[in-house]
């Protein structure tokens, strides 16, 4: 009786096995179809701007840093519209990439940039801008004033001391918004306060925080009292301010 015992408890641990091996491969198969439609958060599915952003995007935008051939093939995938320009400039000011977006609302011009640059521009203009301007004006932005994004110099202008990421044009410094029913919106004179303007820039401020490494604006210092500086430096975490 106790060998018969033993036997069934043996047969009983190996049905349990073949079970719990059959629950995980069932969950398995589920999650690699949820992952198949919903891209956003799948480490392993290449970026798509179309698509909204998820658990695996910042990884995904870190990555192209340092990756031009990548992050063009992005904008490619994504339908957006840009130009891979010839590399210019030397020593330090070198410009490896330079990548001009077609069809953005940038004024005066629509400056060269790196490419990642270019990827988190459109990104904040999906994400924050557009929206931002709906909520609350009611209107569609027109123009994005800005005041360049290449200047072969150090950081603040200085002699020496570490080079700005304006150096490879790899910032891009916005100074105001003009939206389609006419509504003139200035860092310089529409920041402080309180009132519709003062809110859409902060909006727009903070919601750049997602898709760029470094945002700062006149909260940071005097320097930046009239415009916003965006830049993808390689660093793995995020300034705000």
Known sequence: MTFTISRRIGKFVFDRRVVLLLVLAGLLVAARSWLATHPEHNPWAPLDLNDPRGWATQQKLVALRDDVATCRAVLERSEVGFRALEPAGEGECRREDRTRLSGYPLSPDTPATTCPVAVAMELWKRDTLEPAAREIFGSEVARIEHLGAYSCRRMYGREDG???????????????????????ISVLSDWQGEGD????????????????????????NAAHADHF?????????????
């Open 229 to 241: 500086h965006f830049d993808m430096d390689s660093r793995w975490t995020s300034v705000c301010r």
């Open 197 to 220: 303007k003062q809110r859409f820039l902060r909006a727009v401020r903070d919601g750049a925080c997602g898709a760029f490494s470094t945002v700062l604006s006149p909260d940071y």
């Open 162 to 184: 570490p080079w700005s990421e304006h150096a490879t044009a790899n910032a891009l410094d916005i100074a105001g918004f003009v939206l389609a029913d006419g509504t003139h």
